[in-house]
């Protein structure tokens, strides 16, 4: 989690998060933003993989799960790579953000906040982000983290040093 420690350290200094104050603003009322971060939060800074949930909803201007869904794969790919690109790896990107997006849509009324509606412990809580398509444990512990960051959903258990 280095890039979420950059993170965090940036907030205890008073600077942004992500190093756009707007996309801060923008995540902390976006649990979905912060979902779509963490998947995009791979081979590239975890501050830059952050702002792809804020730059998606700007495209988009919305991150309903079911339209994300039922876009064009093609028209989709498109608003990925438009630059500045979502992610560096637009296609790969978008095709597991249209399956999260579906998955979502199919099985949680469209919002990650469905998940701790329950006020589950950390623990039962990365046991479901782990099912989300494109998570496994690494993510799951960076949503939960990232969750905690942006003011969303207080940890149950801090991770050990």
Request: proline share 6%.
């Amino acid at each position: 989690m280095g890039g979420l420690d950059r993170m965090v350290e940036n907030g205890k200094s008073g600077a942004s998060l992500t190093g756009k104050p707007e996309a801060d603003a923008f995540l902390r009322t976006s649990p979905d933003g912060l979902m779509y971060g963490a998947l995009f939060d791979q081979q590239m800074r975890a501050e830059l993989a952050f702002l792809g949930g804020h730059k998606l909803h700007e495209r988009l201007g919305h991150l309903d799960a079911g339209k994300i869904a039922s876009m064009d794969a093609e028209e989709f790919q498109s608003l990925f790579r438009k630059p500045p690109g979502i992610h560096r790896f637009g296609g790969m990107m978008a095709e597991r953000t249209q399956k999260l997006a579906a998955y979502m849509a199919e099985n949680h009324a469209g919002s990650i906040a469905s998940l701790w509606a329950d006020v589950p412990e950390d623990s039962v809580l990365s046991k479901r982000f782990e099912k989300l398509p494109g998570y496994g444990p690494a993510k799951a512990s960076v949503l939960l983290e990232a969750l905690d960051l942006f003011g969303h959903r207080k940890r149950t258990h801090m991770p050990e040093p």
